[in-house]
């Protein structure tokens, strides 16, 4: 599989594998990261490492938009991440502020809240005056998010580098009339699935 990431962070991978060995793609190399996401004004995160040429990566596919887009998380970080996630939650539901005006600015990093768990989100873009867009940094998601749902990202849960990594799938290309299709098929045999790239 191979990436683009949304601050310049690429991972081009390949021979990506379940632990029952079955292939399911080809080429691992990877290109310089930037260190922090852009505009991020209510708080900075690192981008993730990134292995090396021909090193093993452990991951597992976190958000799939189709075979050429999708996003990676690495098994290293995973127990800091769910720890991360339960943390928030458990601060976040006691929290009540609101966030400024003139915090709301597409690349701020903020905290959000989606499907009952408070998630580290980058902000999109704004919708209306009252909903925004938001990826979530650890998994790749999209959302729309009211902002009562939002809060300031507090210093204490930036620490982690984002986990999300951009990636594509290399050498595949999907017809027009075979998109949807793709999108099942790759779902099907990638989507949470414990993966190794090479």
């Known amino acids: 599989m191979s990436g683009v990431g949304e601050s310049n962070s690429n991972l081009y991978m390949g021979n ?3 632990p029952s060995n079955k292939v399911h793609n080809q080429i691992l190399t990877n290109r310089p990261q930037s260190k ?3 505009n991020a004004r209510v708080s900075a995160l690192v981008s993730p490492p990134l292995p ?3 090193e093993y990566f452990d ?3 976190s958000h ?3 075979p050429t887009q999708f996003y990676v998380t690495s098994h290293t970080t995973l127990p800091m991440y769910k720890s991360l996630s339960t943390q928030m939650t458990n601060h976040y539901n006691t929290d009540t502020s609101t966030l400024a005006e003139t915090a709301l600015i597409p690349g701020s990093c903020l905290a959000v809240s989606e499907s009952s768990t408070w998630h580290r989100a980058q902000l999109v873009r704004s919708l209306s005056t009252s909903l925004f867009c938001c990826r979530l940094v650890d998994t790749g998601k999209m959302v729309s998010v009211s902002r009562e749902n939002m809060r300031k990202l507090s210093s204490q ?3 982690l580098p984002r986990q999300a990594i951009r990636a594509r ?3 595949v290309e999907v017809g027009d009339d075979k998109v949807e299709e793709g999108v099942e098929w ?3 045999v990638a989507f949470g699935k414990s993966l190794v790239g090479l």
């Open 186 to 188: 790759f779902k099907h």
């Open 16 to 18: 990506i594998t379940n």
């Open 157 to 159: 849960f930036s620490q």
């Open 64 to 66: 799939i938009v189709s």
């Open 36 to 38: 922090m996401l852009p």
């Open 52 to 54: 090396n040429t021909g």
């Open 59 to 61: 991951l597992t596919v």
């Open 169 to 171: 799938l290399a050498g």
